[in-house]
């Protein structure tokens, strides 16, 4: 991807998110230390990126087949992140056997399906991704602890319907457009092997923060720019505010000071 391709796909993620990255958070991340973690989390970042997609779907969209078919397809993903169970490399032939039929009456139904199972496609891919990167490395998969981040999101969500579908559908919007920024703050400090993939992840993190921004849109059907500038200052707040659990979307990193 050309410079000027990236410049076009940043400017709308960099206006939208209401703060950058800390300069204190990439120069942590570009240690070479930090890898390890870094890959780790990221790679669980992606398993919920298509988990909480998918359930999206399965809550509000997709009838009991369709639900269970989903399931069955994420099942060796999860199998593999938090019981250790199958070999990394079979992941990649896994295939969403069923087509989805969606529940009746709804008018966003549809639209919400077909955006997501391309998402949980894209994710699962990613997932796959980043499990070759760290072969390539010598890092091992062990379980990681799950960072404050998507949590200090969620944990405003409304509990009334549709307003909690709006909201869980803005947060996934800032969860993806941080994602994207922070490939491209990073990219440039890491090897080419490694700063050519977090390029190429770009692309699509782009799209899914915009495909999460204009389903909340359409499915509340009035404005809820107040609700999205409310949830921006909720993640900016997560991101400038300090933080000592150094992870993919981490605050500003506490530097230990010694002695
Ligand atoms: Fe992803
Ligand atoms: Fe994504």
Redesign the pocket.
Known sequence: MSLDNIEALLKPINGFLKCETPLEWISEAKKSCKLPVLLRDHLV??LK??QSAMFLIRRYAVDADSAKALLEWLKPYEDFTYRHIGDWRDLEKLKLNKSMIVKSGGRYEQELVDKMVM?IR??L???YQVLEVMNEYGIEYENINSSRYAKGLLKHVKTHEPDALIDKLICGAYI?AR?CERFAKIAPHLDKRLGDFYIS?LR??AR?YQDYLELAENIAGKDISERIAFFGEVEADLIVSPDNDFKFHSGLPVLKVLG
Do not use: T
Request: charged letters at 30%; aromatic letters at 6%.
């Open positions: 970042c992606e990126a298509a998402l894209e994710e891919h990613h997932f993806e994602s992840l699509s993190e899914h």
